[in-house]
């Protein structure tokens, strides 16, 4: 794999700090000065999303209204570049803009730079900002990926003297071929504080902006909770450089949300439904996400082939699910729905067609692992995600029982999942011969985040599928433990390209592997 590095100034700074050199020098008169106020300016970096082996999302951000121009080149001087004229980025979007690039070569280094220019006739454009990725391979080569989650969570914000977001810049050493981000992108509910006192008497000091300062509850508030990481010198470095594949759950709205979700007395908003608008709405301007197209343009759930021995499948528990309630129903029906019927067909459909030695689904949430979310009225406990406690599988579980039934009986091979939402970092094994639960193959899910945000757990395993905890870091019952006491973590997996073998590491903020195995494909 290249090491090319895209410089820090470049990378990071944007048209901000790029603008003096651009210019040849200082500035001089009004004239000038005039100049350079026409000029749009891109701050907020670019990124790279669903990359394939022939098309690749890229996103940007301009700071008014100004068409989006995009170069690449296979060289790294920009030689013989292909200039392509992207959309205008308006109010409308929050001046965010995307290009999908088509026709790209397989396996190659992509080098690019974006642009913005102007509405006014003969105003320079933005100093560009710069980016690489590679495509997926066309034949078999060594595939390396990461996952995690959770960023910005609990109050922990962009704290410049403890170094940002530094699990960013470690995943960024890493070389990955892409970054798989599990959901709670931004954390709408938490409000960010100046300042958090530490247990050991210390001040966490925060970059603190307007729309952080409260929940989110109008489209501006919920594009600056975007905006807010997108400061983060690290995590714009990181965007440069590593292709992304984003996925939601709960905190791109509130924590836990569902259809039947009470928002708390910091709302003045208290339906749900108009949280979720506004919060779709910014999610989709600031994702690199591939639009899914007309007939369902909100659409989160899509796959990712990369190459001969990878397809991902990344997964939306967010937006098809009933009500969060006790989760026991002895039925299926409105109330158990998860994932939803389509993204179930969706998903088994694409894993019978799958020829990738690997079929990863990437998930927001983990399955076995019980998730509370308070009481009803009648004092029986509520739960967020698939587990409800040990026994037969009821309510959410019965769909998830019947997608692992299915897979049993397609005789599917070589599937994982990988999730964050937890706030620690896991490997588990599910058997069926531990389960209440017996129709279905063994297989593995492999946890870890978060990625900026407190740390918290371990939750209780649920029976119903035969969990086995065969590894797990997390704080040990504590709750919000804060970044510098180190509970930040991403899971990395690499894919030889001759064998196909499948080695996973779960790692920390300073990029040590603290659990590692390898797999061996199951062949026939």
């Known amino acids: ?41 891109a701050e907020w970096g670019a990124a790279t999303g669903d990359v394939t082996a022939d098309r690749a999302l890229i996103w940007s951000r301009a700071d008014r209204t100004a068409r989006m121009i995009v170069e690449w080149s296979t060289d790294e001087g920009m030689r013989n570049a292909t200039r392509l004229r992207g959309p205008w980025a308006t109010e409308a979007s929050d001046f965010t803009a995307r290009l999908d690039l088509g026709g790209l070569p397989a396996d190659a280094e992509i080098f690019y ?18 980016g690489r990725f590679r495509t997926a391979p066309a034949a078999r080569r060594d595939v390396r990926f990461l996952w995690s989650g959770d960023t910005a969570g609990q109050g922990w914000g962009i704290n410049e003297d403890w170094g940002g977001y530094r699990c960013y810049e470690t995943m960024r050493k890493t070389g990955a071929d892409f970054f798989i981000h599990c959901g709670d992108t931004i954390y709408a509910d938490s409000p960010i504080p100046a300042e958090i006192k530490l247990p050991d008497g210390r001040l966490w000091k925060n970059l603190v902006t307007p729309e952080v300062a409260k929940v989110a509850e109008t489209l501006a508030e919920f594009r600056g909770r975007h905006r807010y990481n997108l400061m983060d010198r690290n995590l714009r470095a990181f965007h ?29 908003e208290t339906r749900i439904a108009q949280l979720q608008a506004m919060a779709t709405r910014a999610f989709l301007d600031y994702a690199p996400m591939r639009p899914h197209g007309a007939e369902e343009p909100e659409r989160v759930y899509r796959k990712i082939g990369y190459g001969p021995h990878l397809d991902v499948f990344a997964l939306d528990m967010r937006s098809y699910r009933g009500p969060n309630g006790p989760n026991r129903e002895e039925q299926a029906g409105p109330e158990t729905a998860f994932l939803g019927r389509e993204q179930i067909r969706w998903l ?69 999942w990988v999730t964050a939402d937890v706030h620690y970092t896991a490997a588990h094994r599910y058997d069926p011969a531990r389960a209440r639960y ?73 990029g040590e592997t603290l659990w590692q195995r390898s797999f061996e494909p199951e062949r026939g």
Request: aromatic fraction near 6%.
């Open 348 to 416: 088994l459909a694409g894993l019978l067609e799958s020829r990738a030695t690997w079929k990863v689904i990437a998930a927001d949430m983990p399955i076995g692992l019980q998730v509370p979310d308070g009481k009803d009225a009648a004092g029986r406990p509520i739960f967020e995600a698939v587990a409800n406690g040990d026994g037969p599988a009821l309510g959410r579980e019965i769909e998830i029982a019947g997608l692992l039934s299915a897979i049993k009986a397609a005789k599917l091979r070589n599937i994982v």
């Open 240 to 268: 440069a450089e590593v292709p992304q594949l984003w996925m939601w759950d709960d905190h791109e709205v509130t924590n836990n949300w569902s259809d039947s979700k009470l928002l708390d007395g910091r709302y003045a």
């Open 1 to 41: 794999m290249s090491t090319l590095r895209i410089p820090r100034r470049a990378a990071l700074l944007g048209a901000a700090g790029l603008a003096a050199g651009s210019q040849g020098g200082l500035l001089h008169g009004p004239a000038a000065i005039a100049a350079e106020a026409a000029r749009p300016r």
């Open 438 to 510: 017996r129709d279905f193959a063994p297989f593995w899910e492999f946890v870890s985040g978060p990625l900026h945000a407190g740390g918290f757990g371990p939750n209780p395993p649920d029976d119903t599928f035969g969990l086995e905890v065969v590894w797990q870091k997390a704080p040990d019952g504590r709750i919000n433990v804060s970044p510098v006491e180190g509970g930040q973590f991403f899971g990395e997996a690499a894919i030889e390209g001759r064998s196909g073998a499948l080695t996973v590491m779960l790692k920390d903020l300073a």
């Open 113 to 130: 730079r974006v642009s913005f220019a102007g509405p006014d006739a003969g105003a320079p454009l933005s100093a560009p900002v710069l």
